[in-house]
T-cell receptor, first 112, second 110 residues
């Protein structure tokens, strides 16, 4: 019940295209849903996050869509760039971020 | 990097030997975490701390112990390293709702 499922495992997108990564959870106690971006040899870094009382959040080219009833959320990267090539992790936490559960990650490759 | 330093950055050790990884933070955060990252599993929580001498287990704590005698340092110990503990280990701190990660330690057990 603490799991967060993430798909696809890997994704290849042409430059300028839309990258979409999906996540699903079971535990309704989760109250915070961040996305992390990780480049090779680096630690993950927060990209964008959403609370369950909001259905969508947009920051630049990155948008989170949240469907509370379906217990699903997704990351959309518009106008994908080669510099976006990285591994993306969705996560969920409870108690206002006391502990985090991470999805298995999606490796995104944006072709020039 | 939120003032997080992990040491060592790389280590190769032999099966059965003890290993200690160190996480040092400079910003007095209460919560500190140790994760391991493996292909197909994402980041899995090993142990976490919510204050000096206050620690608790995560989902993959078997074979690991931790200590936090000072706010700034969180140590992860593998009592007797096994090949299954070959992984990349990340320390993290929590600031509000956001987790900040260190650069990671790549540990290889041969």
């Amino acid at each position: 019940q603490q799991q967060v499922k993430q798909s696809p495992q890997s994704l290849i997108v042409q430059k300028g295209g839309i990258s979409i990564i999906n996540c699903a959870y079971e535990n309704t106690a989760f109250d915070y849903f961040p996305w992390y971006q990780q480049f090779p040899g680096k630690g993950p870094a927060l990209l964008i996050a959403i609370r369950p009382d909001v259905s969508e959040k947009k920051e630049g080219r990155f948008t989170i869509s949240f469907n509370k009833s379906a217990k699903q959320f997704s990351l959309h990267i518009m106008d994908s760039q080669p510099g976006d090539s990285a591994t993306y992790f969705c996560a969920a936490s409870w108690n206002y971020g006391q502990n985090f559960v991470f999805g298995p990650g999606t490796r995104l490759s944006v072709l020039p | 990097d939120a003032g997080i330093t992990q040491s060592p950055r790389h280590k190769v050790t032999e099966t059965g030997t003890p290993v200690t990884l160190r996480c040092h933070q400079t910003e007095n955060h209460r919560y500190m975490y140790w994760y391991r990252q493996d292909p197909g599993h994402g980041l899995r929580l090993i142990h976490y701390s919510y204050g000096v001498k206050d620690t608790d287990k995560g989902e993959v704590s078997d074979g690991y112990s931790v200590s936090r005698s000072k706010t700034e340092d969180f140590l992860l110990t593998l009592e007797s390293a096994t090949s299954s503990q070959t992984s990349v280990y990340f320390c993290a701190i929590r600031d509000g709702t956001e987790a900040f990660f260190g650069q990671g330690t790549r540990l290889t057990v041969v």
